[in-house]
């Protein structure tokens, strides 16, 4: 509640500071404002006692005997500050990159993690948490994965192309292809340190996209290894007919 600063009945009479707060008309044929101090108190109490509200320390100027409520206010427009906001979509890893095999597991993970951002909105200080809800990837043959949960991992070098992990793609033609994943972040805002809130929406952001080539292999028996000769068919150089 507002308070009427230096009530004539109050104990502020007795502030040495007391009338020095001036609140003329904000424009021409306006009424002036009323120096108040800001209160607060639980709302299931009956009867409570007040204590100043410390975001806002002193006196100051009321204008509107209905102020704004602030709180609703802020949740009104939670959603599109939230939206807004610079969340880092992490990135996209392949394994094996940036070469991997035809009919082979190539395992897709992302490292998209929570973040943590403070703002000022309605000159209150607001809190927010973005947190992955969930992926979409796109492997840019035509198909996706997703929405799922699972964010990936990494995996040893020796598991790559043995191990199918739940974000594991197989491409099925050779050829270079652009992939990406879409994380999708939830919400939630406190104000001036109070309890976190579920914002009702969420922010969908895709990484840049990553090329992924994708080879064949070709098999045959050969008689030297290519340190013995490195002309020797399938080596690094080698001649091909």
């Not at 007391?18 to 021409?28: K, N, S, Y």
């Not at 929406?201 to 013995?228: F, M, N, R, S, Y």
């Amino acid at each position: 509640m507002a308070d009427v600063h230096c009530r004539a009945d109050g104990p502020d009479t007795k502030d040495p500071g007391c009338d020095a707060l001036e609140c003329p008309a904000a424009a021409v044929g306006a009424e002036a404002g009323t120096p108040v101090i800001w209160k607060e108190a639980p709302k299931a109490i009956t009867n409570p006692g007040w204590t100043d509200w410390i975001p806002v320390s002193g006196p100051t100027c009321l204008y509107d005997p209905e102020p704004e409520n602030v709180l609703d206010n802020i949740a009104a427009r939670i959603l599109t500050d939230f939206q807004q906001l610079p969340v880092n979509p992490g990135t996209l890893e392949a394994q094996p990159f940036p070469h991997t095999l035809k009919g082979g597991p190539t395992n897709f993970y992302t490292t998209a993690g929570e973040q943590t951002f403070n703002v000022t909105i309605l000159g209150q200080t607001v809190h927010l948490t973005a947190t992955p809800a969930s992926f979409t990837y796109t492997f840019g043959d035509g198909t996706t994965l997703g929405p799922t949960p699972a964010a990936g991992y990494s995996i040893p070098e020796t598991e790559w192309l043995t191990n199918d992990t739940r974000t594991s793609h197989s491409y099925t033609e050779t050829g270079n292809y652009q992939a990406t994943v879409t994380t999708n972040f939830a919400g939630t805002y406190s104000v001036n340190n109070g309890p976190p809130l579920p914002i009702n929406g969420t922010l969908d952001i895709t990484t840049p996209a990553k090329t992924i080539h994708v080879w064949k292999t070709e098999k045959a028996l050969v008689a030297d290894t290519c340190q013995e000769n490195p002309n020797s068919w399938g080596c690094p150089g080698a001649e091909t007919g």
